[in-house]
T-cell receptor, first 110, second 114 residues
Framework: DAGVTQSPTHLIKTRGQQVTLRCSPK?????VSWYQQALGQGPQFIFQYYEEEERQRGNFPDRFSGHQFPNYSSELNVNALLLGDSALYLCASSLNNEQYFGPGTRLTVT | AQSVSQHNHHVILSEAASLELGCNYS??????LFWYVQYPGQHLQLLLK??????LVKGIKGFEAEFIKSKFSFNLRKPSVQWSDTAEYFC????????????FGKGTMLLVSP
């Protein structure tokens, strides 16, 4: 049984560009959450998707948007990238209030 | 909104020493509590969790944590650490609202010297 997978593993972008990160949840999980982990910090909740709708959102600007597909996979989009968006982006899928995390995508904005 | 505070950012121990990592949260309602571990180069893994019942919970690899409701605390313990326990440890809380979203502390980096 594959766990949560994310792609790509690493990404380098320039300020002002747009980026799309992808996540496939663990088999049987229908809820996907995204977190941003800056260096030396704990993960911060961005938003959660369930039944293809954004169900909860953390304190992130509208530049951060997402999507969930009928097969429960998800995308995180970030527009107008800033240097401060450099971080590890984690996807987690959940069942029964327990979240399972993927390996993350390391985004560097130059 | 809930918040989580972890007392130490870095902890250095020798093998066989006892470990206690502090975690306090602020939230007035019912919570679910978690400790996650991130070994070097690996993804976040669940170490243990508390939803209800016995406030002393046991997790993987000999770790345990005690929920003290009156102190809003959920401290992680291990009687004797090993070099392989070197990792970053995160305490997290989920307000028991039916959603599974987590609020994390800033993490504690544990370095165990052989």
């Amino acid at each position: 049984d594959a766990g949560v997978t994310q792609s790509p593993t690493h990404l380098i972008k320039t300020r002002g560009q747009q980026v799309t990160l992808r996540c496939s949840p663990k088999s049987g999980h229908d809820t996907v959450s995204w977190y941003q982990q800056a260096l030396g910090q704990g993960p911060q909740f961005i938003f959660q998707y369930y039944e293809e709708e954004e169900r909860q959102r953390g304190n992130f600007p509208d530049r951060f948007s997402g999507h969930q597909f009928p097969n429960y996979s998800s995308e995180l989009n970030v527009n107008a990238l800033l240097l401060g968006d450099s971080a590890l982006y984690l996807c987690a899928s959940s069942l029964n209030n327990e979240q399972y995390f993927g390996p993350g995508t390391r985004l560097t904005v130059t | 909104a809930q918040s989580v505070s972890q007392h130490n950012h870095h902890v250095i121990l020798s093998e066989a020493a006892s470990l206690e990592l502090g975690c306090n949260y602020s939230y007035g309602g019912t919570v679910n509590l978690f400790w996650y571990v991130q070994y070097p180069g690996q993804h976040l893994q669940l170490l243990l969790k508390y939803f209800s019942g016995d406030p002393l919970v046991k997790g993987i690899k000999g770790f345990e944590a005690e929920f003290i409701k009156s102190k809003f605390s959920f401290n992680l313990r291990k009687p004797s650490v090993q070099w392989s326990d070197t990792a970053e440890y995160f305490c997290a809380v989920n307000a028991n609202s039916g959603y599974s979203t987590l609020t994390f502390g800033k993490g504690t980096m544990l370095l165990v010297s052989p």
